[in-house]
């Protein structure tokens, strides 16, 4: 319901601004009985169409209390957000309109321009699995993780490693930037560490890539989908892992490739020799061998062509990719998923859903189409939030932040906002420590993290062209990897009030392996490296444990899409969560936060500043979780 003092204004659905397609509902209006209206009418237009819906409205009661009742019943057809109003003729004759108030966000009679209301179709009965809901994610790299198995046989023409060495971040003896480093972590090393992930209070393991990679250890360009990397362990060391998991309450998610694969893939060897091979045109070559490849850069990932009936079976057939290791988890995470057409990304869907219910989350950097939830995906990896939360910590721009929530809120479905997942860090960025504590972030327009984004101090004209100098932006990481010790004092203060944020916007939290424990680097291969076991920061581990039990205690009201912005500007942020109320201050002197009237009583459920045992009007320097009692 949206109400001022004198209009109320509410729709029959499960949720304020939420309806499914084809499934009528109740619009209501009630109004002073002093205004003078005749034809109240509601007018709905779906974005990027010009037809207009217009629905009579019908007195309900015209007798009785000081309001009059106006309902009209609407059945909206097609997926998407819709924009509506209401107009009406008042005593004179003049056309008069309710629409929504720019600066109290309430229901207004306006001449001039103001705001439409918003609301929100989408797929009908979607529904994703509960264990998704309320979660949190733990995002790991196999092979740098932990080795449960030391006695599996070397793989011929692999770099091996020793556990807690620098990866290697030079060229090869062909002049060549490889990912070649091997570590040896594998899924029997992840069963092992199961008790760690309960004291994390973790739910979902998101686990990447294992499908066999001669030369890649991260498993982004498959040798061979249907095979698990000999180094990674075996199918039944997944369903091990798999029955284990689930036996302590959490579940499984891999992470898989399937827009490209490696070049020394069969397949592909077969397609790119043979003008008359059955996987040509799994493939965009050309007549002279000439080979479509991924970003147009990286040449030993050539990219598959999704319209091949042939490559179609084999990833979502009912002997493919999806079919075979459906069995062993309960969901997908699908890598470059912009880059999958909307029929590859429905027949993964459908084939994953073959069976048991599956929880399909994609790689998404932008806002995802309305119309994709619930038919090609369920949930995507929420890079948005992640920008809007380092723009308001790091550099103060509330607006931006404030602006970028509300967006994904009134866009995304209820069910896909309560299972997206929420990095500060992931295997493609900076991790969170170095973003905050580094030297080269990013501003303005740029996400903090595209430190290699042209322009860039790396950005160079050789011979005419611009080209990006990989061997000295290598080269300028590892000098600058390690932070120095008032830089590391500084990014851990600020990355635990990013941790309050992560754990209590709309969405599930997802842990990078290791920043928990206060690894930091920069980009691949240093925000990769292997887990320190034995080199922990405790009272970073602490705050996410202490914060993944706040998670847990209360899951339900951090479940669903409720949120609501109390106050925001560039040193402190109010917001709720239901019966949650969360205070951040990100500014260094102590501040006069007011707070509202229902939390008066509330009490602390977690603050980052441990002497805070009551609520008061100061928050100086920290953030802090209350619970209405």
Known sequence: MIKSNKIEVCTSTKRVNEAEENTPFNVTVRMPKDIQVANLRVLFNREGENPTIVKEMTLEDGTGGTRNKYTATVKLEKIGNYYYHFEFNDAYGNMQAIKLDRNSNEPTITIGEAPYFRILVVQKDFKVPDFAKGAIYYQLIVDRFNIGRNDKPQVKGRNYRNWGEMPNWKKNAEGKFHNN?????????????????????????????????????DRYAATNHMLIDPDAGTFEDLASLSRTAHKMGIHLI????????????????DAISNPNSPYRDWFFIDQNGNYRYWYNEFVDMPIFNQQSQGYKDYVYGPDGVIAKFAPFVDGFRLD?????????????????????????????????????????FDATTNYLFTNAMYKWQMDGEAEYFAWQIRDVLENYPSEAISSMLNSLDTHDMVRTLTCIGGKWMRHGLYRRWDIDRDPSPWHKIVNGIRIFDTWQFRSDEFTNDRLSPQEYRRAKKIYILMLIMQYTLPGNPCIFYGSEVGMHGYKDPFNRKTFPWNRIDKSILHAHIMLGAMREQNRKALSDANFELVRWDNENLCYTRNNLLIVINRGAKA??????????????????NKHQKQVNEILAETGMILRRR
Do not use: M
């Open 181 to 217: 480093d091997f570590f040896r972590g594998d899924l029997k090393g992840i069963e092992e560490k199961l008790p760690y992930f309960k004291k994390l209070s973790v739910t979902v393991l998101y686990i990447s890539p294992i499908n066999f990679s001669l030369y890649r250890y």
């Open 254 to 269: 891999l992470d898989i490739a399937l827009n490209h694969c490696s070049s020394d893939n069969p397949i592909f060897k």
């Open 336 to 376: 470059v998923a912009e880059e999958l057409s909307q029929e590859t990304l429905e027949g993964i869907r459908n084939r994953a859903n073959k069976n048991e219910k599956k929880v399909i989350i994609a790689e998404w950097w932008n806002r995802a189409s309305t119309g994709l939830f619930g038919k090609c």
């Open 591 to 608: 501040i006069r936060v007011e707070i509202p009237e229902e939390f008066k009583t509330a009490e602390i459920i977690y603050t980052s």
